[in-house]
């Protein structure tokens, strides 16, 4: 059983930067593949960015690259996500989730993230 944590939200002006931390408080993602995604009132949750388990491949979505960057430290059971020239367009609640093949494994609680303009 994987339980995931997100941490480092909050309210930031447009064109600062945040770092979202998201925790395995019970178990270890050492073994999988990890992503990020957000979601807005009445929208679908939408992904931001993920990481293969061993950090070799990262992928994102078209509208943060340059801008977000994604990361982990197994041995600290955290996986990141550096967010700079944050934008009003990226509010959002943002989720981590652990993924093994197609299986979802756990998603997180979610946390805020508020861009003002």
């Known amino acids: 059983q994987v339980q995931l944590e997100e941490s480092g939200g909050g309210l930031v002006q447009a064109g600062g930067s945040l770092r979202l931390s998201c925790v395995a408080s019970e178990g270890t993602i050492s073994a999988y593949d990890m992503g990020w995604y957000r979601q807005t009132p009445g929208e679908e949750r939408e992904f931001v960015a993920s990481i293969s388990w061993n950090g070799q491949e990262r992928y994102y979505t078209d509208s943060v690259k340059g801008r977000f960057a994604i990361s982990r430290d197994n041995a600290e059971n955290r996986v990141y996500l550096q967010m700079n020239s944050l934008k009003p367009e990226d509010t959002a609640v943002y989720y981590c989730?652990?993924?093994?093949?197609?299986?979802?494994?756990?998603w997180g609680q979610g946390i805020q993230v508020t861009v003002s303009s």
């Open positions: 989730r652990a993924l093994m093949g197609a299986t979802i494994i756990a």
